[in-house]
């Protein structure tokens, strides 16, 4: 929250000079036709964003800031057309400060002092000036039909990205469910023709892991311990150069075969 102590209008709008004296309490600014009643709130506006609402958007045509920022008798003297703003923020524990900012140079307001915490609170006010409503704005949305009225309310909080947003949204996540969709029937396809494999029916890491291991262990490999996303089931049986890896017999083991080979053919006869 942002209350306002003192403001200072130079030379913008229909203002030629004025300073009200507002204590950081409301008030309301009455007064006939043409007497700167709006350009009080479009001076409030533009010190806190650098903009005005009434200047900018659809249906505004040519109106701009920079041309009809400035009073009409200063319009080629943009930088003399100011509005300075003391406030104060109850929600930072009062601190106060006093912003000045010029037509001519509306995107850099200097703030004094140059806290922080002040010039986030700023800076969010800048991005969500629908504090300020104009009575364009709100005609529009009295006159707007029911069905409408979610677009209109949207518009007079600056909530219009929103709904592109949204739209963006919807449209990653139907794509991502068209890519989904048939990787996971690829999944469950090998998964099905895993548990086949291993005659097991349930799809478990003790289950697959009882199953694989001894058929590991038929092959000479290492059990398994554990399964994880990276586990390979013929982890060790292919070599280097990708093709089956060279297991190694014991010296003894292999002259005992080679020796009961001799034996077997010696006692064979030949015709």
Do not use: W
């Given at each position: 929250m942002i209350r306002i102590e003192r403001i200072r209008i130079q030379k913008f709008r229909g203002i030629i000079d004025l300073e009200l004296a507002l204590g950081g309490e409301n008030f309301a600014a009455c007064g006939p036709n043409g007497t700167g009643?709006?350009?009080?709130?479009?001076?409030?506006?533009?010190?806190?964003?650098?903009?005005?609402?009434?200047?900018?958007?659809?249906?505004?045509g040519d109106l701009s800031v920079?041309?009809?920022?400035?009073?009409?008798?200063?319009?080629?003297?943009?930088?003399?057309a100011s509005v300075e703003l003391e406030v104060s923020f109850p929600t930072l524990a009062g601190k106060k400060a006093t912003i000045l900012r010029t037509v001519k140079a509306a995107g850099s307001p200097k703030v004094t002092p140059s806290d922080p915490d002040i010039l986030a609170a700023l800076q969010a006010v800048s991005l969500h000036p629908e504090f300020v409503l104009s009575r364009r704005e709100l005609i529009r949305y009295v006159i707007s039909k029911p069905g409408d009225r979610a677009k209109e309310v949207q518009a007079l909080l600056r909530l219009e990205d929103v709904e592109k947003l949204r739209g963006v949204l919807l449209k990653i996540q139907n794509a991502a469910s068209k890519a989904v969709d048939p990787l996971e029937r690829v999944a469950a396809d090998a998964r099905t023709a895993l548990l086949t494999a291993l005659q097991i029916s349930d799809f478990t890491k003790t289950a697959v892991l009882q199953a694989v291991n001894p058929h590991r262990a038929t092959l000479g490999l290492a059990p398994l311990t554990d399964l994880?996303?990276?586990?390979?089931?013929?982890?060790?049986?292919?070599?280097?150069?990708?093709?089956?890896a060279a297991h190694s017999v014991p010296k003894a083991q292999a002259k005992a075969d080679i020796a009961a080979m001799k034996e077997q053919l010696a006692g064979l006869e030949f015709r």
């Amino acid at each position: 929250m942002i209350r306002i102590e003192r403001i200072r209008i130079q030379k913008f709008r229909g203002i030629i000079d004025l300073e009200l004296a507002l204590g950081g309490e409301n008030f309301a600014a009455c007064g006939p036709n043409g007497t700167g009643k709006s350009g009080i709130v479009d001076a409030i506006e533009f010190a806190l964003t650098g903009n005005i609402s009434r200047l900018s958007g659809q249906g505004t045509g040519d109106l701009s800031v920079p041309k009809h920022g400035p009073h009409v008798d200063f319009r080629n003297k943009p930088e003399q057309a100011s509005v300075e703003l003391e406030v104060s923020f109850p929600t930072l524990a009062g601190k106060k400060a006093t912003i000045l900012r010029t037509v001519k140079a509306a995107g850099s307001p200097k703030v004094t002092p140059s806290d922080p915490d002040i010039l986030a609170a700023l800076q969010a006010v800048s991005l969500h000036p629908e504090f300020v409503l104009s009575r364009r704005e709100l005609i529009r949305y009295v006159i707007s039909k029911p069905g409408d009225r979610a677009k209109e309310v949207q518009a007079l909080l600056r909530l219009e990205d929103v709904e592109k947003l949204r739209g963006v949204l919807l449209k990653i996540q139907n794509a991502a469910s068209k890519a989904v969709d048939p990787l996971e029937r690829v999944a469950a396809d090998a998964r099905t023709a895993l548990l086949t494999a291993l005659q097991i029916s349930d799809f478990t890491k003790t289950a697959v892991l009882q199953a694989v291991n001894p058929h590991r262990a038929t092959l000479g490999l290492a059990p398994l311990t554990d399964l994880a996303a990276t586990t390979a089931l013929d982890d060790g049986m292919q070599s280097a150069s990708g093709g089956l890896a060279a297991h190694s017999v014991p010296k003894a083991q292999a002259k005992a075969d080679i020796a009961a080979m001799k034996e077997q053919l010696a006692g064979l006869e030949f015709r």
